[in-house]
């Protein structure tokens, strides 16, 4: 974790955490805002529904009274005046509620709550209220679709009617009564659904009772065709994603249709007003989350840049460590490590090693005639001329000390590192360097070599023989390559 990548991957996954905790955050408030339309629509739907039963409840009480009075012959037999006080509770003269008729089977006025002296002559059998229980037996109950008034111009009413049956069963009537359709636009009235937020109440034949907002065009239009409608009639109550088909708006439809009354109320705020609130809580959400990654993000970069170049630095002392600086060969304490694990090496599987030793010849003298800047520049330039030759993985090459180098051939026999150091040799001569103090005109080589396999291979005894080929070479007149005698073994141990 504490590398340049693992802070990176850190830095990442933790932007990462709290992205997905604000796509949480954002997701949870959109469920909620959603939770909140709903139940906000559910409760106006509750208020609604208990209005809208309690009423119809009373009128229908109205509408039994009267058949219960039809029925009853001595009440039918009272003067005109007081007969329609006992027929006529005072409900049915409510706000909104209109006039109550009793016909009899033939279709002929029998009793109006608004006039005491109806005359049977009047004919209203013409009526669709009246034909409707006429032609169906079975119908107990009927309401109309809204409708224009015929007592009051402009106004729409709908009405409502129950059969009126004989002892026998046979029809003997209906009570006709009429709502008016402000009751529904009052009941409506109040509701805040923002600017395109609607609530109806429409019947299950389509027709639209009153809505919110108000548009009297709109009372009494058919909307059986509408997608949505289709919906909202599949089921009792329940909620859907709906887009109108007058305005394109997506709303959230809450409805329920009333047990009793062929008629369903819808609650639908607008999707957009739902979320308002939500997309300005998720623009902040979102923001913090960028605002969180502008400021981890460059952070960890620059932090796994400081652990980069930490490193780096580490890994360039190490290499300081074990290089020489100038020459860029192994120094000297990696080179003793390089030895010991040659001989040891050697000694578990008896492989020869060989160690070749050289020494620049009079590189003193070249120092003082022509400086240590360019001593600098010829200990580099004979290094890589070296180098060209002994670069097997298994050769290893290390600046012993001033002018001194020495080289670990593993696996390689005396004779094979004397041919080895001669072409060394070769290569820096051929290299054509000025020397005017050296042994020729050119900066020369000396090189001793010895090699040795099995248990009696030590690091001291190679360089020790080594050092001493090197002495014989120096001795010989230098530029030279000499490799340890046997004879000189005595003397060096």
């Given at each position: 974790?504490?590398?340049?990548?693992?802070?990176?991957?850190?830095?990442?996954?933790?932007?990462?955490?709290?992205?997905?905790?604000?796509?949480?955050?954002?997701?949870?408030?959109?469920?909620?805002?959603?939770?909140?339309?709903?139940?906000?629509?559910?409760?106006?739907?509750?208020?609604?529904?208990?209005?809208?039963?309690?009423?119809?409840?009373?009128?229908?009480?109205?509408?039994?009274?009267?058949?219960?009075?039809?029925?009853?012959?001595?009440?039918?037999?009272?003067?005109?005046?007081?007969?329609?006080?006992?027929?006529?509770?005072?409900?049915?003269?409510?706000?909104?509620?209109?006039?109550?008729?009793?016909?009899?089977?033939?279709?002929?006025?029998?009793?109006?709550?608004?006039?005491?002296?109806?005359?049977?002559?009047?004919?209203?059998?013409?009526?669709?209220?009246?034909?409707?229980?006429?032609?169906?037996?079975?119908?107990?109950?009927?309401?109309?679709?809204?409708?224009?008034?015929?007592?009051?111009?402009?106004?729409?009413?709908?009405?409502?009617?129950?059969?009126?049956?004989?002892?026998?069963?046979?029809?003997?009537?209906?009570?006709?009564?009429?709502?008016?359709?402000?009751?529904?636009?009052?009941?409506?009235?109040?509701?805040?659904?923002?600017?395109?937020?609607?609530?109806?109440?429409?019947?299950?034949?389509?027709?639209?009772?009153?809505?919110?907002?108000?548009?009297?065009?709109?009372?009494?239009?058919?909307?059986?065709?509408?997608?949505?409608?289709?919906?909202?009639?599949?089921?009792?109550?329940?909620?859907?994603?709906?887009?109108?088909?007058?305005?394109?708006?997506?709303?959230?439809?809450?409805?329920?249709?009333?047990?009793?009354?062929?008629?369903?109320?819808?609650?639908?705020?607008?999707?957009?007003?739902?979320?308002?609130?939500?997309?300005?809580?998720?623009?902040?959400?979102?923001?913090l989350g960028l605002i969180f990654g502008l400021l981890v993000m460059p952070t960890a970069f620059?932090?796994?840049?400081?652990?980069?170049?930490?490193?780096?630095?580490?890994?360039?002392?190490?290499?300081?460590?074990?290089?020489?600086?100038?020459?860029?060969?192994?120094?000297?304490?990696?080179?003793?490590?390089?030895?010991?694990?040659?001989?040891?090496?050697?000694?578990?599987?008896?492989?020869?090693?060989?160690?070749?030793?050289?020494?620049?010849?009079?590189?003193?003298?070249?120092?003082?005639?022509?400086?240590?800047?360019?001593?600098?520049?010829?200990?580099?330039?004979?290094?890589?001329?070296?180098?060209?030759?002994?670069?097997?993985?298994?050769?290893?090459?290390?600046?012993?000390?001033?002018?001194?180098?020495?080289?670990?051939?593993?696996?390689?026999?005396?004779?094979?590192?004397?041919?080895?150091?001669?072409?060394?040799?070769?290569?820096?001569?051929?290299?054509?360097?000025?020397?005017?103090?050296?042994?020729?005109?050119?900066?020369?080589?000396?090189?001793?070599?010895?090699?040795?396999?099995?248990?009696?291979?030590?690091?001291?005894?190679?360089?020790?023989?080594?050092?001493?080929?090197?002495?014989?070479?120096?001795?010989?007149?230098?530029?030279?390559?000499?490799?340890?005698?046997?004879?000189?073994?005595?003397?060096?141990?």
């Amino acid at each position: 974790m504490l590398t340049p990548g693992g802070v990176i991957a850190c830095a990442i996954a933790l932007w990462a955490g709290v992205v997905a905790l604000c796509g949480l955050i954002v997701y949870q408030s959109y469920v909620d805002a959603i939770y909140l339309a709903r139940q906000s629509s559910r409760n106006l739907l509750q208020a609604i529904d208990r209005d809208l039963e309690r009423s119809f409840n009373s009128y229908n009480l109205s509408l039994q009274a009267v058949i219960n009075g039809a029925h009853n012959a001595r009440i039918m037999s009272l003067p005109a005046d007081l007969r329609n006080a006992v027929l006529f509770d005072n409900s049915a003269t409510a706000q909104y509620f209109g006039t109550l008729v009793l016909l009899n089977a033939q279709g002929r006025v029998v009793a109006d709550s608004s006039a005491a002296d109806a005359s049977p002559n009047d004919d209203l059998s013409d009526r669709k209220s009246y034909l409707v229980h006429k032609q169906d037996p079975r119908l107990d109950f009927w309401m109309s679709p809204p409708h224009l008034s015929r007592r009051r111009p402009g106004a729409y009413e709908i009405t409502v009617s129950r059969r009126v049956g004989a002892p026998d069963g046979s029809f003997a009537g209906v009570v006709i009564g009429t709502i008016n359709a402000d009751y529904f636009r009052a009941l409506l009235q109040g509701i805040d659904l923002k600017r395109s937020g609607i609530a109806a109440i429409l019947m299950t034949d389509g027709s639209l009772l009153a809505t919110v907002p108000y548009d009297l065009a709109q009372v009494g239009r058919n909307f059986r065709s509408s997608p949505v409608f289709q919906k909202l009639l599949r089921e009792q109550s329940g909620s859907l994603w709906g887009t109108s088909t007058v305005d394109g708006v997506k709303r959230l439809h809450v409805f329920r249709r009333l047990q009793n009354l062929p008629m369903i109320v819808d609650i639908a705020p607008a999707k957009t007003e739902i979320l308002a609130d939500w997309k300005k809580r998720s623009l902040l959400v979102s923001l913090l989350g960028l605002i969180f990654g502008l400021l981890v993000m460059p952070t960890a970069f620059l932090f796994a840049r400081e652990l980069r170049q930490r490193r780096l630095s580490e890994l360039e002392l190490r290499r300081q460590a074990h290089l020489d600086s100038l020459t860029g060969l192994d120094n000297r304490g990696t080179f003793d490590r390089s030895l010991q694990k040659a001989c040891a090496l050697s000694k578990r599987t008896g492989s020869p090693v060989s160690l070749l030793f050289f020494d620049l010849d009079k590189f003193k003298s070249y120092n003082d005639t022509y400086g240590h800047q360019a001593g600098d520049d010829v200990l580099r330039r004979v290094t890589d001329a070296a180098r060209k030759t002994l670069q097997r993985s298994t050769d290893h090459f290390a600046r012993y000390g001033g002018e001194e180098f020495v080289a670990i051939l593993e696996g390689t026999d005396l004779e094979q590192a004397v041919a080895i150091a001669e072409q060394v040799r070769a290569s820096i001569e051929n290299l054509a360097i000025e020397h005017s103090g050296g042994p020729t005109e050119f900066v020369t080589v000396s090189i001793g070599v010895a090699g040795a396999s099995g248990s009696g291979v030590t690091p001291q005894t190679l360089i020790g023989m080594a050092d001493e080929a090197l002495y014989d070479a120096k001795a010989a007149g230098r530029n030279c390559v000499r490799r340890f005698s046997c004879a000189n073994r005595a003397a060096i141990t």
